[in-house]
């Protein structure tokens, strides 16, 4: 936890966007896998979901500090962050008891095991950690079992510094990291040395999201090596037909087949090993409010099947490319 810890620190001091890269490719070049996997698992915008609730910690802290809510408040307010106003509150000094575990193990024998405790075996376990743990090692724990792990360099200056680690192009290590997979030893080791031996067949190719050109337009090179298409305002997604499977995703998640049911039947009939590229939604959708999309498509939405069904196989999608490229 010592070392992720400094690493956050040292990712959230610059913005020098060479010196985020160079923090995280001395980072994995020189963690154990074990912990250099559920790095990579935050830092390319995984989460655990919330183990605690917010108000366990709130009372934690108020007890521990012996100061009123309305003080927490304005504590809370001026720092902005509820996982930094409380690493804050509860420094402990230099009363603390350090105990360096590593990151790998802090996570699979102490946070994940949180989601089965009751409320006041919660508030002991946190207790005991709060006072392991100094203010910065503090704030990166509570963020992680809040479900609210943020930091600041995106999931592609991670996967930059990886391939740098690895010897191989940003695109190839992106493809390597997209999908799901276990935050394991055995999957980061897997990733440095290549592509896994047991591809996953729901895995996608990297999202390419349109972005700003940042040199001269020349330095693309001749205009007749390349395509144009217009920049559609929706949400790109993509369908892998594989091993007599289909997997819809979004950039953020791989989207359940109930809600997508009638959308992902019609794409049973593709030829395998195949990736189709779409889009949902667009200012021009007359059914449904593109913030409905975004929930969608994130994951988020919790609405009843038939709701989903209605949103996600009507105008949703408008333009549907077979891409015929072999895997």
């Known amino acids: 936890m010592k070392s992720f810890a400094a690493l956050y620190d040292a990712l959230?001091?610059?913005?020098?966007t060479n010196k985020k890269v160079a923090a995280l490719a001395a980072y994995f070049a020189a963690t154990p896998p074990?912990?250099?996997?559920?790095?990579?698992?935050?830092?390319?915008?995984?989460k655990i979901k919330r183990l605690i609730p917010s108000r366990v910690l709130w009372e934690l802290t108020r007890d521990l500090t012996?100061?009123?809510e309305w003080l927490l408040e304005h504590c809370y307010a001026a720092v902005g962050d509820f996982a930094e106003a409380m690493a804050l509150l509860n420094d402990h000094g230099d009363a603390v008891v350090p105990v360096d575990l590593p990151l790998s193990r802090w996570i699979t024998e102490r946070v994940?095991?949180?989601?089965d405790m009751d409320a006041g075996q919660q508030r002991e376990a946190m207790r005991a950690y709060w006072t392991?743990?100094?203010?910065?090692?503090?704030?990166?724990?509570?963020?992680?079992?809040t479900g609210e792990f943020r930091v600041g360099a995106s999931a592609t200056l991670a996967i930059r510094a990886l391939a740098q680690v690895a010897g191989v192009p940003p695109a190839t290590m992106a493809h390597?990291?997209?999908?799901d997979w276990p935050p394991t030893e055995a999957f980061f080791s897997e990733v440095l040395a290549g592509a896994p031996a047991e591809a996953v067949p729901s895995r996608p190719y990297p999202f390419f999201l349109a972005s700003p050109l940042e040199s001269p337009v020349e330095s693309l090179g001749p205009r007749e090596e390349w395509l144009a298409e217009w920049k559609w305002d929706g949400i790109r997604a993509q369908i892998v037909r594989r091993q007599g499977a289909v997997f819809l995703w979004s950039p953020w998640a791989l989207l359940?087949?109930?809600?997508?049911?009638?959308?992902?039947?019609r794409f049973q009939i593709a030829p395998e090993e195949r990736v189709l590229a779409s889009m949902f939604g667009s200012e021009y959708s007359t059914f449904n409010p593109f913030g409905k999309v975004c929930e969608i498509c994130g994951g988020r939405y919790s609405g009843p099947p038939s709701m989903n069904a209605d949103v996600t196989n009507n105008d949703l999608v408008f333009t549907t490319l077979l891409l015929r490229m072999q895997l």
């Open 66 to 68: 012996g100061w009123p």
């Open 132 to 145: 392991e743990l100094d203010v910065s090692q503090t704030f990166v724990l509570n963020r992680i079992i």
């Open 176 to 179: 390597r990291v997209m999908g």
């Open 34 to 46: 074990a912990d250099a996997a559920w790095a990579l698992f935050f830092l390319t915008g995984r």
């Open 112 to 115: 994940i095991p949180l989601k």
């Open 12 to 16: 959230d001091r610059t913005t020098s």
């Open 256 to 265: 359940g087949p109930v809600a997508f049911v009638g959308y992902i039947s």
